[in-house]
């Protein structure tokens, strides 16, 4: 009878063993699905409520991280001749000025899209890693037509790059004045 109460005693250790060993590794995996590093981008464009107006707006997905300082274009935007140039503001700026000029001169698909009235804030989430071009639509309000200034913003983790980026971004666009007058004139 001993016998058979230590054998049962050394099934009960293995299989609360094997129950811990489990739950640890379950736990190991929910931690690193977590480490997908999935990020999300927040528009705050309530500088705009006085236009009383929905706003569309565009995300695309432009360009992969290699590293903190190499870049891969997404398949959508390779067959442009671009310079990824992201070392400095102004260089970005511009940059987004052309990858807007494609992406609506060719009407690209982008990533996600979004319309709202600027009283919300608009946001994108479970974005991979990578730079991400943000434009609005024109909007007509009162017989001027307005738009955003076009953003290129880089959603990564910057502790595994080295870098000050970061997964969750705000982004305040700039309001644009692109004509006065009816759109229809």
Do not use: H
């Amino acid at each position: 009878r001993q016998v058979k109460r230590m054998k049962c005693c050394k099934i009960i250790r293995i299989i609360v063993a094997f129950m811990i060993f489990t739950s640890v590794l379950c736990n190991f995996s929910l931690l690193s699905s977590a480490e997908q590093y999935d990020g999300r981008i927040t528009i705050d464009f309530k500088a705009f409520s006085g236009l009383n107006t929905e706003m569309r707006w565009d995300i695309f997905k432009v360009a992969d991280i290699v590293d903190s300082t190499s870049f891969k274009l997404t398949e959508d935007f390779q067959k442009y001749p671009i310079k990824f140039d992201v070392s400095d503001e102004a260089k970005m700026s511009s940059l987004a000025y052309t990858l807007s000029y494609y992406a609506i001169s060719d009407s690209l698909i982008p990533y996600c899209s979004k319309t709202c009235k600027p009283e919300s804030l608009l946001i994108a989430e479970n974005l991979p890693e990578g730079y991400y071009l943000i434009q609005s639509n024109q909007v007509e309000y009162n017989s001027v037509v307005y738009s955003a200034a076009p953003a290129l913003v880089c959603v990564a983790d910057g502790e595994k790059y080295g870098t000050d980026w970061q997964l969750d971004i705000t982004v305040i666009p700039k309001l644009g004045l692109v004509c006065s007058g009816a759109a229809s004139d």
